[in-house]
């Protein structure tokens, strides 16, 4: 006869049993949460965030490996206020926030924007972004100067860098030190050289490679340093020049994905891919339209500081969401098209916004 006691456990152990199969179900049968992947991955990856140039620059229209930058509008309308709208929050909470940036737009109080105002507001927000950098930049550079010196070597930065791929820095050091080999897988090592490369660049003269905390913005963000955007073009133009004439023509910049469409979506997607780089191409990066880009017209594209580049979004923001065609843009323009300019919805955009203001 089986005792009460035993009974009981199992009860409990089936239970225990049944609640693990339940679980594993649940982990296989739930879609892939690749933010929230990338959130564990990022803090995992603490240490290497830190020293590394990160892939995307806030209020630059091209990122790193030459892709547009599809925030650039929300970036340089909300400057440090951007995570502030995101979808999970309250519309009516975002609609006044909207409004108080309005006020702060329209300087002259005559309740529309105008071309010069959206310049000035442009300029502004891109002036945080890099502010931001430089205050991120100081913590980053205290990390690979751990002596305090003032100064990172390369072979310091490169001791770091391994230590954040999982190797022993001591250990590292010493090999570095004696001129000993290290043993590097060869993503690693590419990507090494790629730093190398950018490091040599980011060294004014006379090299020393040596890095100041200045230097080191450069090296982390090139949109702080004219000569890194050069290099950061050059490296751009390399990727998509496909005959080696150090220009873009259309096709090539238009040709940046590589592999074959598998289904309609992914059709719409190289579509929309090619639609918008067209556009930006012709109507933007080509300055004078002879077809040709070449890196001086690229370099003044990518400048964010870049007064003219700044009235002539300025315009293009406008002309988006300009319904009455006045070449401005009032409140309720403006809270229409927010998904343009923040990102994000906003239901009933129309309502009390006469009172709100």
């Not at 152990?13 to 959130?39: C, G, H, Q, W």
């Not at 001086?296 to 002309?319: G, S």
């Amino acid at each position: 006869m089986v005792s009460k006691r035993a009974f009981v456990c199992s009860l409990g152990s089936i239970y225990l049993s049944l609640l693990f199969v339940f679980l594993l179900m649940d982990v296989y049968a739930r879609p892939a949460n690749n933010s929230a992947l990338k959130e564990k991955a990022t803090d995992g990856n603490k240490d290497e965030n830190e020293i590394l140039p990160p892939d995307h620059l806030n209020g630059v229209k091209m990122e790193m490996d030459g892709h547009l930058n599809k925030e650039f509008h929300q970036e340089v309308f909300l400057g440090k206020e951007m995570e502030e709208f995101d979808e999970d929050s309250e519309p009516q909470r975002n609609r006044r926030k909207l409004v108080a940036i309005f006020s702060k737009v329209d300087i002259n109080k005559d309740k529309k924007i105008s071309a010069k105002e959206m310049q000035r507001w442009i300029m502004e927000k891109t002036e945080e972004h890099f502010q931001e950098a430089v205050e991120e930049n100081k913590m980053h550079f205290r990390a690979v100067d751990p002596d305090g010196d003032g100064h990172v070597s390369w072979d310091e930065y490169k001791i770091k860098f391994l230590a954040s791929k999982g190797m022993n820095e001591k250990e590292v050091a010493e090999k570095i030190k004696n001129n000993e080999e290290l043993k590097i897988d060869e993503e690693t090592q590419e990507v090494l050289d790629n730093l190398k490369d950018r490091w040599y660049q980011a060294d004014n003269p006379p090299a020393d490679l040596l890095l100041n905390e200045e230097e080191f913005l450069s090296f982390l963000h090139p949109e702080h340093s004219r000569g890194m955007l050069k290099f950061m073009v050059k490296e751009i133009v390399r990727d998509l020049d496909q005959d080696g004439d150090k220009k873009l023509t259309l096709s090539e910049f238009i040709s940046l994905p590589v592999g074959t469409v598998e289904n309609q979506q992914a059709q719409d997607i190289d579509d929309d891919w090619v639609k918008d780089r067209k556009k930006e191409f012709e109507e933007v990066i080509d300055a004078n339209h002879n077809g040709i880009v070449t890196m001086e017209e690229l370099e003044e594209y990518m400048d964010p500081m870049n007064e003219y580049n700044a009235l002539n979004e300025a315009k293009q923001m406008i002309a988006v969401a300009d319904e009455n065609q006045n070449h401005h843009l009032e409140l309720e323009e403006i809270l229409k098209y927010s998904e343009y300019f923040t990102g994000s919805k906003l239901m009933d955009y129309a309502r009390n916004v006469h009172e709100e203001f």
